[in-house]
């Protein structure tokens, strides 16, 4: 079993045009490296603090604070100071607007992983907490129809021509 998009309408042949203002290659540009994945899992997770961070991603703290500034820098993670007491102001990370909205990315790669490379079965489940039902990434139109394989149209933007 196979799935492709389908284009339609007026489109020139796939090979006669560029997809250089490329939606996908932008996302890589921020999310740029596995060790970002792996951050972003772990404040999805709920850590905030960079030892967090670090310990359970498996990362070196050079790593670590490359990592953090990089997504900070791209507005996916903002830093808030904390301060424990009899310690110097620290900086925590939270995951903002713009960083919330790549969970379903990472619910889409737990997913694949589960089924294609996780021979024992999953390591953890998400579940809806309401009612215990484990959760899936879908694709959905924006009328909440499930799309099923060869339901999708690929059509160019006036945008894409510029």
């Known amino acids: 079993m196979t799935s492709e998009i389908h284009m339609t309408g007026a489109l020139e042949p796939r090979g006669s045009w560029t997809a250089d203002r490329c939606s996908v290659a932008k996302a890589l540009d921020v999310v740029r490296t596995r060790s970002a994945l792996l951050i972003l899992r772990e404040a999805f997770y709920g850590a905030t603090r960079f030892d967090e961070f670090a310990k359970r991603a498996q990362l070196s703290d050079p790593v670590t604070a490359d990592r953090l500034r990089e997504l900070v820098d791209d507005g996916i993670l903002e830093r808030e100071p904390y301060r424990e007491p009899g310690q110097r102001t620290r900086q925590m990370y939270r995951l903002t607007e ?65």
Not at 120 to 137: F, K, N, S, W, Y
């Open 98 to 162: 713009k960083g919330a909205e790549l969970l379903p990315v990472l619910v889409a790669l737990m997913q694949w992983g589960d089924r294609w490379l996780q021979d024992a079965g999953p390591p953890v489940q998400l579940t809806h907490e309401d009612c215990g039902a484990r959760i899936t990434a879908q694709l959905r139109c924006e009328r909440d129809h499930e799309i099923g394989e060869g339901e999708i149209a690929l059509a160019r933007t006036s945008l894409a021509r510029t």
